[in-house]
């Protein structure tokens, strides 16, 4: 089955420090893929979104992600973590039946 | 633009018992979604409605839960009887264009705890 893999349950940095978080797509062709952020009980946020076009995308709060088709790969990046950073992250793909298929999710923590 | 609303938030029963959790998408969006996302899992779709009519149920264990959607706006999910298995947080979703794209707005979730 066509899937997502996040790889870590956990990532922990210091404030400050680059965030990589690491997602794997299993796809006969390229899919939609998404980054949500979820922060303590509440509903999912999309971060940003890759469908068409430019591969490197840039989504809300400073983060970005780069759609690399040869290593099957949408890993999310973010220069600077902020405490504000620390939430759930889930990775995500949309086939063709338009029906989303989600990550296991990471944990982000941020030290001071 | 108000957001996708969901009741209650919190709720803790027994199993064997009763429950139903009611989402109001946001106006105008005709597609809406319930996820159920388990402790340290991401959210897996249990239906997906357009308008009023189902387009995916294929993930949603039918011999306990059921869900409508009546006149096309707001849903409502239920279980019947329910299993410990089932505590989870129950997402509900609508969506709707934004730049030529479909895009999902998540409500806040509502808790579940089977005792």
């Known amino acids: 089955a066509q899937s997502v893999t996040q790889l870590g349950s956990h990532v922990s940095v210091s404030e400050g420090a680059l965030v990589l978080l690491r997602c794997n797509y299993s796809?006969?062709?390229?899919?939609?893929l998404f980054w949500y952020v979820q922060y303590p009980n509440q509903g999912l946020q999309l971060l940003l979104k890759?469908?068409?076009?430019?591969?490197l995308v840039k989504g809300i709060n400073g983060f970005e992600a780069e759609f690399k088709k040869s290593e099957t790969s949408f890993h999310l990046t973010k220069p600077s973590a902020h405490m504000s950073d620390a939430a759930e992250y889930f990775c995500a793909r949309k086939g063709g039946s338009y029906i989303p298929t989600f990550g296991r999710g990471t944990s982000l923590i941020v030290h001071p | 633009e108000a957001g996708v609303a969901q009741s209650p938030r919190y709720k803790i029963i027994e199993k064997r018992q009763s429950v139903a959790f009611w989402c109001n998408p946001i106006?105008?969006?005709?597609?809406l979604y319930w996820y159920q996302q388990i402790l340290g899992q991401g959210p897996k779709l249990l239906i997906q409605f357009q308008n009023n009519g189902v387009v995916d149920d294929s993930q949603l264990p039918k011999d306990r839960f059921s869900a409508e959607r009546l006149k096309g706006v707001d849903s409502t999910l239920k279980i019947q009887p329910a299993k410990l298995e089932d505590s989870a947080v129950y997402l509900c979703a609508s969506a709707g264009l934004v730049a030529g794209f479909y895009e999902q707005y998540f409500g806040p979730g509502t808790r579940l705890t089977v005792t």
């Open positions: 890759y469908t068409t076009g430019a591969t």
């Open positions: 796809s006969s062709v390229p899919p939609y």
């Open positions: 106006s105008g969006h005709a597609t």
